[in-house]
């Protein structure tokens, strides 16, 4: 029987995770790769032991956006926009050339060119934390190729928000269920675009001034923990903000946070309080916490907090 609760399945989930990256670093495997076979092992679709399958998602999604803030932390808005002409491009390629060549293969195994352009859709898409995560430890995060590439993966997230609202008028034409309806297709889209646009621009011109405004009042008081707590209340308020309110994934949204807290001068401090992944200047971050939290304590001005 499959232990349910919050703090079994932590202890699960933790607990393989440990074992499956430590097995993976004694054969020479990156540590994700022992996650990744740690999380099958848990799942409800293998025998034995299983975490709760109404909680893991939600735990997982947590880690996911904490990845992502941490990221968003190390980049800043400039740096985005600098490789536009690269990621934009690159990533809608890739998207068409994945599907297409799917769709033209899967009917050699009996599938329909319908169902190989929405497997198509689903193989193109890269993992945004797989990325993260394989850059970071080979320390190419902060140079050229990882800025690319962190972009890349962020007009793939936009580009996936607007196929899960056009999947389901067209699902019909696709040998699925559903009411098409062009009226219903042109009206979903719009929409949709409107509110990735809307929040995009609060975060542009709200969120790189609002956040770092909170994060240098709470800075003020001189209580760490008050920081961390805040740090906190940011990735995932934002995230799951932006989920609900925007349709824009939990992960994009976490990572526009961190692009926001960027424009901070305590965007290292606060990089060491996220908990961000090895090689992403954590290092660093976690020197600087310290004195900046001392000096903040000892002249709690206006003047004292941008110097940090």
Known sequence: MAPHGLIATITIAL???????????????????????????????????????????????????????????????PDLWSVRWIAIPGAVGQIVIATAVTALVVPLWGWTYAQGVVFGLAISISSTVVLIRTLSEVGLLDSAHGRIAVGWVVVEDLAIVVVLVLLPPLAPLLGGSGVAGTENLFGALVATLA??????????????????????????????????????????????????????????????????????????????????????????????????????????????????
């Open 195 to 308: 509110k990735v646009a809307l929040f995009g621009l609060l975060m542009v011109v709200v969120g790189t001034r609002l956040i770092p405004w909170l994060l240098a009042e709470v800075a003020r008081t001189g209580h760490r923990e008050l920081f961390t707590l805040c740090v906190l209340v940011v990735a995932i308020g934002v995230a799951v903000v932006a989920a609900l309110a925007f349709e824009v994934s939990l992960a994009l949204g976490a990572f526009l946070a961190g692009v926001a807290i960027s424009e901070s001068d305590l965007s290292h401090q606060a990089a060491a309080e996220a908990l961000p992944p090895p090689g992403t200047g954590s290092d660093e971050a976690r020197r600087s916490t310290k004195p900046a939290t001392v000096r903040s304590r000892k002249r709690p001005s206006g003047d004292c907090i941008r110097r940090l």
């Open 15 to 77: 607990g393989a995770a440990f074992l499956g990256g430590f097995l993976a670093t004694k054969v020479r495997l990156p540590p994700i790769v022992g996650y990744l076979a740690a999380g099958i092992a848990v799942g409800p679709f293998t025998p034995g032991l299983s975490a709760d399958p109404q909680i893991a998602p939600e735990l997982a999604e947590i880690g996911v956006i904490l990845l992502m803030f941490g990221v968003g932390i190390h980049f800043s808005l």
